[in-house]
T-cell receptor
Framework: DAGVIQSPRHEVTEMGQEVTLRCKPI?????LFWYRQTMMRGLELLIY????????DSGMPEDRFSAKMPNASFSTLKIQPSEPRDSAVYFC????????????FGEGSWLTVV | AQKITQTQPGMFVQEKEAVTLDCTYD???????LFWYKQPSSGEMIFLIY??????QNATEGRYSLNFQKARKSANLVISASQLGDSAMYFC?????????????????FGSGTRLQVQP
């Protein structure tokens, strides 16, 4: 079975540019999470969705960040405009209802803003 | 207050020996789950093991076992017979509000991690 798929794996962009990160959850999973990992702050939850509806976006750092889930198989995380402090690894993860003990992560998108 | 505390930034272990990675947690919710993930240098997050707060027995998955001490609020990971491939960052995480009805607090809260290095 395919796992959580994220793209791009690596991105280098200039400050001020728009960045779009993409995620395809595992088929049938109804929860989708976006996490950010930095050396300073560790792993932080940004936002999560249930059945395509955002449930908790309190971790989204500011208005420059937005996330959408237009359907059950696709989500995007956008940063506009990007800043150097946004450089991090962004992980997407998904979870199947009834399997409370399993949350599977994608391989991450490594973002560098210069 | 920190919900998940991993007090060992780094650990060394000899190949073939066992190692314990510490994790303590803080919650007032009676129903929660505890997770361990491995993050090798390649960066992916690999799920290792899960322990539910109402589980009577300690979880085991191959060479991984979770030493769950509920009264002490600790959930230490034990890796037996360490291998060179076990060298990685290890994260403890918690998820609250799982039983009897999922309250929707489905997100994981992570600790700061422990970097394990297995020496030949």
């Amino acid at each position: 079975d395919a796992g959580v798929i994220q793209s791009p794996r690596h991105e280098v962009t200039e400050m001020g540019q728009e960045v779009t990160l993409r995620c395809k959850p595992i088929s049938g999973h109804d929860y989708l999470f976006w996490y950010r990992q930095t050396m300073m702050r560790g792993l932080e939850l940004l936002i999560y969705f249930n059945n395509n509806v955002p449930i908790d976006d309190s971790g989204m750092p500011e208005d420059r960040f937005s996330a959408k889930m237009p359907n059950a198989s696709f989500s995007t995380l956008k940063i506009q405009p990007s800043e150097p402090r946004d450089s991090a690894v962004y992980f997407c993860a998904s979870n199947l209802p009834g399997q409370r003990n399993t949350i599977y992560f994608g391989e991450g998108s490594w973002l560098t803003v210069v | 207050a920190q919900k998940i505390t991993q007090t060992q930034p780094g650990m060394f272990v000899q190949e073939k020996e066992a190692v314990t990675l510490d994790c303590t947690y803080d919650t007032s919710d009676p129903s929660y789950g505890l997770f361990w993930y491995k993050q090798p240098s390649s960066g992916e997050m690999i799920f290792l093991i899960y322990q539910g707060s109402y589980d009577q027995q300690n979880a085991t998955e191959g060479r991984y076992s979770l030493n769950f001490q509920k009264a002490r609020k600790s959930a230490n990971l034990v890796i037996s017979a360490s291998q060179l491939g076990d060298s990685a960052m290890y994260f403890c995480a918690m998820r609250e509000g799982l039983f009897p009805m999922d309250t929707g607090r489905r997100a994981l809260t992570f600790g700061s991690g422990t970097r394990l290095q297995v020496q030949p």
